[in-house]
């Protein structure tokens, strides 16, 4: 190969480099800024919401901490029965899918 011809291959290939980067770098960027412009948002609303609303959204978490909370009592209780000696099959007892009902 020539020497001019390697030269715009390196400066072809630092070009190519120099610009994904960018592109990267500015997504990555971008993505930030919407991240926290949501969130200024979320909290706006938050602030601006009426008593109602606040009870409205703190009954909906709590509704979601609390169907959580039964999802980790059965693995809690899963695990409790596996360590005293029950199988897998007899532990998930309850938990098989029934279908057609």
Do not use: C, D
Not at 35 to 51: C, F, M
């Amino acid at each position: 190969m020539s020497s001019i011809a390697q030269r715009q291959r390196i400066r072809r290939i630092v070009w190519t480099g120099a610009i994904a980067s960018i592109t990267v770098v500015g997504a990555w960027y971008g993505a930030g800024l919407k991240i926290q412009s949501e969130q200024k948002t979320v909290a706006k609303q938050i602030l601006e919401a009426s008593p109602a609303q606040k009870i409205a959204q703190l009954e909906e978490r709590r509704g979601e901490l609390v169907a959580k909370k039964l999802g980790l009592e059965k693995k809690i209780r899963e695990v409790e029965m596996r360590a005293n000696g029950a199988t897998r099959e007899e532990s998930m007892v309850g938990r098989e899918r029934r279908r057609g009902e």
